[in-house]
């Protein structure tokens, strides 16, 4: 399972959370826990650089993508390999909405944008699409059309 997706910022605040299976009262460890350890590990690093640790038998991927951090955390099925088709797809989608690696304001300007494409990706803890184009389609809000 996909526990969470956070994305946050270069001083260590959250832009975005997705939890899934995590009860609330474990939510704020994991918040602090994922930026400590971001804060300790990202200086240095190129955009995309992946960056693997594992806690309380989950696995955690994490890269920074121009002004933001991006951390994906899983179990079970969800290893770091799995983590790593995960983040891939999630930095992509964001690099296409945004036209570029973002600054925190041109990511705060395109949020509702992000936060569709996080939804087509994840749904209930699982991945759901890792299709680029299919993604693109979905967040137009349009219905379907057959080819």
Known sequence: MLLAVLIANSQGNILIERFNGVPPEERLHWRSFLVKLGSDNIKGI???????????????????????????????????????EAIFIITSVIKDVCGKPPTERVFLDKYGKICLCLDEIVWKGLLENMDKDRIKRLIRLKPPNDF
């Not at 920074?64 to 790593?84: C, M, N, P, S």
């Open 46 to 84: 190129k955009n995309e650089e992946l960056l693997v640790a594992s806690h309380k038998s989950v696995f955690i991927v994490y890269t920074v993508l121009g002004d933001v951090t991006i951390y994906v955390v899983g179990k079970d099925e969800y290893d770091e390999l799995a983590l790593a």
